[in-house]
């Protein structure tokens, strides 16, 4: 019986193979959490205490795959193939991701200051407090959950074909080196500390 194995491939030729399967781990993980969502919602009861964290898991990790770092990102070049409504899918969820869940600026929230006062009393003892209110939308709906699912399966069918290419651009490059030196690279465990939550990793 063949023992199939790995070894590690930490040379600068794979460094967009490893960024790809980066951008794939995040679409994948942005659909299963808008299929968790989408089950949520279609529910005979809606646990509505999951609705909001699982809608801002969802955009934040599709928007991933689009925003700067220290990996390669998707451009336009890789939205052509989107239909139009995909396509302005895409663009709404990027606003909602940096227009509200990122940062506080659009009109999906709204905070205002109150005076308080006794409907009775009001002419003898005027404003008695002050407080505050406001709404905000909370969660994606149905409709955008089923967008988000569809267009993370698009993305990753195009990922999976760029993906092939780099795969097969590799192969003679590393069947090219000494088998010593592709051997040497071994099977590292992957190790992180949360005190190097600011510690950028190496490429």
């Not at 080196?177 to 190790?191: C, D, I, S, Y």
């Amino acid at each position: 019986m063949a023992t199939h194995t790995w070894v590690d491939l930490r040379i600068p030729e794979a460094q967009k193979l490893a960024d790809l399967s980066g951008v794939v781990w995040d679409l994948q993980r942005a659909r299963e959490f808008a299929q968790l969502l989408a089950e949520e919602l279609s529910g005979a009861k809606t646990n509505w205490r999951l609705v909001e964290p699982l809608s801002v898991a969802a955009v934040v990790m599709y928007s991933r795959p689009f925003m700067g770092g220290l990996r390669l990102w998707l451009g336009e070049e890789d939205l052509k193939g989107l239909k139009p409504e995909q396509r302005a899918a895409h663009d709404h969820f990027r606003a909602y991701r940096d227009k509200h869940v990122a940062h506080s600026v659009n009109v999906f929230e709204e905070n205002i200051p109150r005076a308080n006062y006794c409907v009775e009393r009001v002419k003898d003892e005027g404003i008695t407090g002050i407080s505050y209110g406001g709404g905000r939308i909370v969660g994606l709906g149905g409709s955008e959950v089923n967008a988000l699912i569809d267009l993370t399966t698009v993305l990753e069918a195009h990922v999976q074909t760029l993906i092939a290419a780099e795969q097969k651009r590799l192969l003679p490059i590393v069947r090219s080196m000494p088998l010593e030196t592709v051997l040497a690279g071994g099977q590292k465990a992957f190790l992180a500390s949360a005190s190097d939550v600011a510690v950028p990793r190496s490429r």
